[in-house]
């Protein structure tokens, strides 16, 4: 596999820092492309890889090409733009890393074959550390035969992955796990807000909840930003405002409702209205402690 030539197109902290720890692996990247051309230049000049002018260069002097950027639409431009990755794209795999609608997969696969290209996704549950230390958590879907050819790269950027079925099937599991993730952390944001409002140790009340039915993943994560107010972006309010719609559009699918999903939709939406989109989404305890920006006591 690391014969094989490998470009990234979007190269915000995730796609970046994937890329470099793909060097660090011995893997050579071949080209990146960025609508941020400083992002751009700066990391092909540190990882000697060519700063590609058009998403069609980028095709051009790759074997595999990774996209990490932010939604469908971004997803419709890359591929069917007037510039688009597609162009002489005959045996070229493309791997999909965002937190996208399935359909979008689905689709990509289709007109993937259409022109002798073959596309995978690779959801991530992780952040920006694991991406650079290889230690993401992979689920893979679309075709096993192509996850097995090229599972031993993937393995060399995961702690663990899953092939979980065709295509959409695995955007579907990383919707499923934001929505959740996204409902835990507005509940621990809640209780802990409430708890500060009664006038508990917040300290305690946290340890409390770790040894209790309240513990999760989350209060590990998020409590000690909930509580310093420190809400730098790992997974901002708008991502979990986004992955939290995708999920509800699915049980829309199929005739559920989801009230705790759509309430916690709503949370992250009120902080992008209230200008705190770009906060992590431990950023929503701003809205449930006592005196916070968005709280009726600011």
Do not use: W
């Not at 002097?61 to 939604?71: K, P």
């Not at 906060?279 to 701003?286: I, N, Q, T």
């Amino acid at each position: 596999m690391k014969d094989k030539k490998i470009g990234f197109v979007g190269l915000g902290r995730m796609g970046a820092n994937m890329a470099r720890h793909l060097r660090d692996c011995g893997y050579t990247i071949s080209g990146v492309f960025d609508i941020d051309e400083e992002l751009k230049e700066g990391l092909a000049s540190e990882l000697g890889a060519t700063v590609c002018a058009s998403l069609a260069a980028v095709t051009a002097c790759s074997d595999i090409v990774f996209t990490v950027v932010t939604n469908d639409a971004a997803m419709d431009t890359i591929f069917f733009g007037d510039d688009n990755l597609f162009t002489d794209a005959n045996d070229t795999l493309f791997i999909n890393c965002a937190t996208l609608s399935p359909d979008i997969h689905r689709k990509l696969e289709t007109e993937a074959a259409k022109v002798g290209a073959e596309s995978l996704e690779a959801c991530m549950a992780s952040s920006i550390p694991q991406a650079r230390n290889g230690g993401l958590y992979l689920m893979i879907g679309g075709s096993q035969s192509t996850f097995n050819a090229i599972k031993p790269m993937l393995e060399d950027m995961s702690k663990d992955l899953s092939f979980v079925g065709d295509a959409g099937k695995a955007a579907e599991v990383k919707a499923l796990v934001n929505m959740v993730m996204n409902i835990n952390t507005a509940a621990l944001a809640e209780g802990l807000g409430l708890g500060e409002a009664i006038g508990l140790d917040l300290e305690m009340l946290c340890k409390v909840f770790s040894q209790t039915g309240a513990n999760s993943r989350v209060l590990e994560t998020d409590a000690e930003d909930m509580l310093s107010r420190d809400h730098e972006c790992y997974f901002s309010a708008e991502h979990a405002a986004k992955d939290s719609g995708i999920a509800l559009d699915i049980a829309a699918k199929h005739g559920l409702e989801m009230p705790l999903a759509a309430t916690t939709l709503a949370q992250y939406q009120r902080m992008i209205d209230l200008g705190l989109g770009e906060y992590d989404k431990s950023g929503v305890a701003e809205l449930t402690f006592p005196g916070r920006k968005g709280t009726s006591q600011a």
